[in-house]
């Protein structure tokens, strides 16, 4: 048994943060519990080379690349981060940002949209975001609404599939879409002068299971198929810039693609034997993965949830 290792005392922590986040309702889906000090957070900076950095902060990584007049970056983290994000950009550049990267729609990626927009940054992403955040979402976790965004929050320049090259004072970045993979409106980003490679929430480098969410259009064949563009465009030198976790390598990349293959083959397995929802959760499929890719056994069963559902969208 897998089990043994769930003390009473985890459990509870488990039952407390799903009871957490219930009482909250503007938490968008895939986030940690909102009991977050803002004012402890750090920004930690690391030089990726060619004036293009990686910044920690809380919730997903930001790229930042420095052009000759002007930055550009990728995601936005929270809203009460703003300001000390916007620090450590200017302890990097005294530029101004121009342009900031979506690569989804989740709230711990474009918080802080209306803060940079009212400081005039343009906020660029696949068109499915702008739909979702002015429509308003719905958590997969708790069924909680979250209201439609202010005209401020939502991208200003969007694209709808494909490659879509964006320029700031001078640095190329190349935004790809790849169709339903953590959510409908997914954009990695790669700069080539700089080999670095952002990948939003499709890959997370904590070598924990990531959420899907099948939602807003999440599937784990989304998720594959961007893990195998991802690995065949990194070379062995790539700097990996995941959604969350540390920097990662293409090494990275390719025990976290074997995770969600044998979490798709065999979770298709059981679909394809007729198993209802249930039956696959109890059957326990990928109990072997869980022991090292689970949080806890919350984590570990929202895993096989969206695996399983990501063959339920058609
Ligand atoms: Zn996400």
Not at 48 to 60: D, I, R
Not at 154 to 170: A, H, N, Q
Not at 295 to 310: G, I, M, P
Request: charged share 20%; glycine share 8%.
């Amino acid at each position: 048994m897998r089990k043994s290792w769930l003390a009473p005392s985890f459990i509870a922590a488990s039952l407390l943060g799903a009871s957490i986040a219930a009482a909250q309702p503007m938490t968008p889906p895939n986030l940690p519990p909102p009991l977050v000090d803002w004012d402890k957070v750090q920004i930690k900076t690391t030089d990726l080379g060619n004036k293009t950095y990686m910044l920690e902060g809380q919730g997903g990584n930001i790229t930042v690349a420095v052009g000759s007049d002007s930055i550009m970056m990728v995601d936005g983290q929270f809203a009460p981060l703003s300001d000390k994000i916007t620090a450590a950009i200017k302890q990097i550049s005294p530029l101004p940002i121009k342009n900031m990267v979506n690569t989804h729609f989740h709230g711990d990626h474009t918080g802080g949209n209306e803060n940079f927009a009212k400081d005039g940054v343009v906020i660029i992403a696949h068109d499915n975001i702008r739909v979702r955040l002015a429509a308003g979402t719905v958590s997969m976790v708790n069924g909680v609404r979250t209201p439609p965004r202010s005209a401020d929050y939502l991208p200003k320049i969007t694209y709808y599939g494909g490659s879509f090259p964006v320029e700031t004072g001078g640095r190329q970045a190349q935004l790809s879409h790849i169709a339903n993979a953590h959510t409908d409106g997914d954009t990695w980003v790669y700069f080539a002068d700089a080999d670095v490679m952002a990948t939003g929430d499709i890959f997370n480098n904590l070598k924990r299971y990531q959420n899907i969410d099948f939602a807003n259009g999440g599937d784990v064949r989304g998720m594959i198929r961007a893990m195998d563009i991802f690995i065949k465009t990194a070379k062995d030198t790539t700097k990996i810039v995941p959604g969350h976790g540390p920097l990662a390598t293409k090494a990275d990349l390719t025990v976290f693609r074997d995770m969600l293959v044998t979490s798709h083959d065999r979770i298709k397995k059981l679909v394809d034997e007729g198993k209802s929802e249930a039956e696959v959760v109890a059957l326990k499929p990928l109990a072997d993965l869980d022991a090292t890719w689970g949080n806890n056994a919350q984590h570990a069963e929202s895993h096989t949830r969206n695996v399983y559902n990501s063959f339920k969208r058609f």
